[in-house]
């Protein structure tokens, strides 16, 4: 089977500038962090900017750890979000309501502690899996790395995003180790937390893109 182009995340987006760099450069997903536990949280006014100017041009995601159904439900609605990104320790039965309340996808994340974590996944039959770095004490956009190996080990019934102190410097060797779904970025392309570099993510995306098989239409027209 010819493996198709890995598609891109990018995560953290706090500006709607920001979000609208990504939507221009191709982005899959643009995500909002909606937990406010985090350096990178974004503003209610620009979620709902975002909202308002990307919702039909990108998949929209929010950001969660462990917050209530009734939480994500209105953040859902208020934000038109289409993908609900699962940071915290909820579980199967969690997420399946979640969907039911939301109608949008759900990505389950999980720290890629060990082979057991990465196993654990398969217990989510939700619509995408996300391996991130373990860190103890942190959910996320830690700029962390992990052994890609484990992620190898996921089993490819359910599709992959690979996270994870991703780079621009570094995703071509990841996507050639994993070959996921999507990468997702957040502190690998920032400034600051929350303030992207439109430099580096415009290079995220030009060394995702020199991994494309030749043959593959995208990137042949690029």
């Known amino acids: 089977m010819r493996r198709m182009t890995t598609r891109i995340k990018i995560c953290g987006c706090a500006r709607a500038e920001d979000a609208k760099q990504a939507a221009d450069l191709g982005a899959w997903a643009v995500g909002m962090v909606l937990w406010p536990g985090s350096p990178r949280a974004c503003p209610p006014e620009a979620a709902e900017e975002i909202a308002a100017r990307l919702r039909r041009r990108v998949e929209l995601a929010g950001v969660f750890v462990n917050a209530t159904l009734d939480e994500v439900a209105l953040a859902a609605d208020r ?35 060990d082979a057991a974590a990465v196993r654990d996944l398969e217990r989510f039959h939700t619509d995408v899996h996300l391996l991130d770095a373990h860190v103890p004490g942190l959910r996320g956009g830690t700029g962390e790395n992990f052994d890609w190996e484990l992620a190898r080990r996921h089993s490819g019934r359910t599709p992959l995003v690979l996270s994870g102190g991703l780079t621009p410097e570094n995703v071509g060797e990841a996507v050639a180790a994993v070959e996921p779904f999507a990468v997702d970025v957040a502190s690998g392309v920032e400034a600051s937390p929350g303030v992207k570099d439109p430099a580096r993510v415009e290079a995220f995306f030009a060394a995702v893109a020199a991994t494309a098989p030749a043959s593959d239409p995208e990137r042949a027209s690029a």
């Open 79 to 113: 934000y038109s979000l289409s993908i609900l990104q699962l940071h915290g320790d909820e579980g199967p039965a969690y997420c399946r309501e979640a969907a039911r309340r939301t109608g949008a996808k759900v990505m389950k994340a999980l720290p890629a502690r």
